[in-house]
């Protein structure tokens, strides 16, 4: 997965909820346009657009911004950063057996996961669908075990360690049956679990899952209309061929499509706007 776009209203106090609290870096901004990531890895990008308004709670849009961190001392630096500068921002935390998250809202309600995964060896397949569940995680216990003194030093000046990059993206939608005729029989993805009420995850590769969708909050909602919060999601495609046959595919399910030659951009069901590149 590419980095995340929102629209915001308060383009200096998303940048700090981003970059002091959850210990992204500013990797740069160009007037009313800031990046946020980790090394040359963007991870959120953030538009200054106050002359939209706040969607409605049940519209479709993002559920979250699932953060990916390659150590537990790196998601625990996070944690204590985010939940020591903003703790009114944390909403919960769950073992899904796949990964270990906790979650937030940041400053103008946007949905934010930070996670790490366990190692794929432990993960559990059946009958092709991965077995997840949502067992409490006590953060606290959590940072005890896991946050060091360079991890709390680190967090104190508002820096972060190891890598973070995007490692999925939960929509809210208006209904499942659409989500997986678009996602999976359009778009290409495989199913990796649809057995949750009013939820489905699908990925690329043997993932757990690169993309999320669920009717949780959002049941029947239709298009959506120009407003704060979700402005872009990006998937990452290997090569330009994977680009290229992804274009005759949606092209073959008449999916109208705008091709930039080295990207191309789509709107799903509910007008969330997706755009697809190659890594090389």
Do not use: C
């Amino acid at each position: 997965m590419g980095p995340v776009t929102l629209r915001v209203a308060d383009l200096d106090a998303m940048i700090r909820y981003y970059r002091d609290g959850v210990t992204l870096e500013l990797l740069r901004q160009d007037g009313d346009t800031a990046v946020l990531g980790r090394g040359a890895t963007p991870a959120v990008i953030l538009q200054h657009a106050p002359e939209l308004k706040h969607a409605s709670p049940r519209s479709a849009g993002l559920f979250h911004t699932a953060i990916l961190f390659d150590t537990r001392e790196a998601l625990a630096t996070a944690l204590f950063s985010v939940a020591s500068k903003y703790p009114g921002t944390f909403t919960g935390s769950a073992d899904h057996l796949v990964s270990e998250a906790f979650y937030f809202t940041d400053p103008e309600g946007n949905g934010v996961e930070l996670y790490f995964d366990r190692d794929r060896s432990t993960w559990s397949w059946a009958h092709g669908q991965i077995e997840m569940a949502t067992i409490f995680l006590d953060p606290n216990g959590y940072l005890r075990e896991h946050l060091t003194e360079q991890g709390a030093d680190a967090a104190a000046s508002g820096t972060g360690l190891g890598s973070a990059a995007v490692g999925h993206v939960h929509l809210s939608v208006g209904d499942i049956a659409s989500a997986k005729e678009f996602y999976v029989n359009r778009l290409g993805f495989e199913t990796t679990a649809d057995g949750w009420p009013g939820a489905l995850f699908v990925s690329a590769g043997g993932y757990h899952h690169h993309m999320a969708m669920n009717t949780w909050s959002s049941a029947g909602a239709g298009r959506r209309q120009p407003a704060l919060g979700l402005g872009k999601v990006e998937i990452v495609v290997p090569t330009a061929d994977d680009l290229g046959e992804l274009g005759e595919r949606m092209s073959h399910y008449r999916v109208e499509t705008r091709d930039t030659g080295d990207r191309l951009a789509f709107d799903d069901p509910w007008s969330n706007l997706v755009e697809v590149r190659a890594a090389s």
